[in-house]
């Protein structure tokens, strides 16, 4: 299994997102800089692993780019995948919402 960290492009501070090869997207982190996303998503989290190692068994962190694998082909998976999960209902009337505006 290939987990993907896709990011801004300029490689300078951003939100990093690691997909795996299928398209699902499993973490993010705001990073100020790409040289930091492997260790935020990834490589110092040993609770994710964990999880991930009993969910994939082995498995390889790249950067988008590290192999043929392209921003367009990752993107998407990741809408398919997005599209054949469930998603919560919309609220259906005004008592189901909640308005959080500060």
């Not at 988008?64 to 998407?76: N, S």
Request: aromatic share 10%; glycine share 8%.
């Amino acid at each position: 299994m290939k987990l993907y960290i896709l990011g801004p492009t300029d490689g300078e501070e951003g939100l990093y997102t690691l997909l795996m090869e299928t398209g699902e997207g499993l973490a993010n982190h705001w990073c100020s800089h790409n040289s930091f996303a492997m260790g935020d998503l990834e490589a110092h989290r040993p609770e994710r692993q964990k999880r991930w190692h009993e969910r994939f068994g082995d498995y390889t962190v790249l950067f988008v780019g590290d192999d043929e694998v392209t921003v367009e082909h990752l993107m998407r998976l990741n809408e398919a995948w997005w599209q054949s999960i469930p998603h919560p209902e919309e609220p259906q009337n005004e008592k189901e919402h909640v308005d959080i505006t500060i």
